[in-house]
């Protein structure tokens, strides 16, 4: 087992990675209190029999799966079988699932009784190198990604990288947009990823990238927990990439892929990236949006440029700020003019 322990202002929490960590970790954090488990419709078929095993008689609920049902609603749901249940402040929530379970149900233990302990239990690949560690919990509202949300540790977080072996192959493309994200931060992350180019859809490589890239988020949000400074470099190909999710509907880590592709070269042609590296990294980005590749290979900016506008990290000046790679291991911010955006998005998609 690995182990990583993520000190915030606000939590203390431990990350635990290896197989069989759910069965070595979760007797101990289930006793002494009543506790409830969050699941989705397809991780509660695929796993009931070891979710019987694992969580007895623990009150669950079973969210319908998919992004579109990471609402205020589903949350509402969340927190009245909660009451129904009748955890109380000692209680834990178990968020078992990917990143759409693990962000709603951290929500839900942020605010239940203002705040019970949550330990993520991640499924997915976008979910185990990425979305359980940080604290970041949320939904979407009024056709804004997680416009609605809180920072909230998690207590701890249990990584087995056995559940990726039930994983679809179009899941584990969007596990890759995330590790891409890494690559453009971390050199050897980046050196693991051109070197294995061609083994993108082994998961016995993959399984090697959730120790490196969990230890290199835990690094970021222990030096900026709530995202004043170099947090936002975790946010690279996502302000395009999540206008393409808004309104296209692609999967989170495929928009994020296609929002770095954009993102990368934007940052070259304005001179923010060395463009030998860029190449380099648009070799990564190409080999990652070939694993079950979509229809979808075409963008018209004119259809989705104006929802980066409106992303989190963005003031209401209208300006858009990009986080971009600049050479290997380092991030710069880039700041432009709508119109400018746009043009540069046209060009490049
Ligand atoms: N909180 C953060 O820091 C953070 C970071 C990145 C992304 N996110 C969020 O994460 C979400 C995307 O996460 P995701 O890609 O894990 O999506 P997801 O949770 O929708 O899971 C993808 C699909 O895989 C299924 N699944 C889960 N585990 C499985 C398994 N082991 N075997 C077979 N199927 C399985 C799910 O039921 C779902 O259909 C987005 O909402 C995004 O905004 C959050």
């Not at 694992?54 to 205020?72: L, Y």
């Not at 940080?134 to 701890?156: C, I, L, R, S």
């Not at 746009?342 to 490049?348: G, P, Q, V």
Request: aromatic share 8%.
């Amino acid at each position: 087992m690995q182990t990583i322990q993520l000190s915030t202002p606000s939590m203390q929490g431990l990350i635990t990675i290896g197989e069989g960590v759910i069965e070595e970790r979760l007797g101990a954090l289930l006793q002494g209190q009543k506790n409830f488990l969050v699941t989705d419709s397809n991780v509660a078929a695929i796993y009931a029999d070891k979710i019987r095993i694992w969580f007895g008689d623990t009150p669950t609920f079973v969210m319908p799966a998919g992004e579109e049902n990471k609402t205020f609603s589903t949350l509402g749901d969340i927190l009245s079988a909660m009451v129904e249940a009748g955890i109380r402040r000692t209680g834990r929530v178990f968020a078992l699932g990917g990143g759409v379970v693990g962000d709603i149900a951290g929500l839900a233990a942020a605010t239940y009784m203002r705040g019970v302990s949550c330990v993520q239990i991640p499924t997915t690949l976008l979910s185990q190198i990425d979305s359980s560690v940080g604290g970041k919990t949320a939904v979407d509202h009024g056709g804004v990604k997680n416009v609605v949300g809180a920072f909230y540790q998690p207590q701890e977080v249990l990584i087995d990288p056995a559940f990726l072996d039930t994983l679809p192959q179009r899941e584990v493309k969007c596990g890759l947009g995330e590790a891409v994200k890494y690559a453009a931060l971390d050199s050897d992350i980046f050196d693991a990823l051109y070197q294995n180019k061609h083994r993108f859809a082994d998961l016995a490589f993959l399984k090697t990238l959730i120790y490196p890239c969990v230890a290199h988020k835990a690094k970021v949000v222990q030096a900026d927990e709530k995202e004043t400074g170099e947090r936002k470099s975790l946010n690279v190909g996502h302000t395009t990439g999540h206008a393409i999710e808004l309104v296209y509907r692609l999967s989170h880590g495929e928009s994020v892929l296609w929002g770095m592709k954009a993102e990368t070269q934007i940052a070259v042609d304005a001179g923010a990236c060395e463009k030998s590296y860029g190449a380099q990294l648009q070799e990564i980005i190409a080999s990652a949006l070939s694993i079950a590749p979509t229809q979808k290979t075409a963008f018209d900016a004119d259809n989705f440029a104006y929802k980066a506008k409106a992303d989190k990290k963005n003031d209401e000046s209208g300006r858009i700020n990009l986080s971009v790679a600049a050479r290997k291991g380092v991030w710069v911010g880039v700041d432009l003019t709508f119109d400018d955006y746009l043009s540069r998005l046209k060009e490049c998609l």
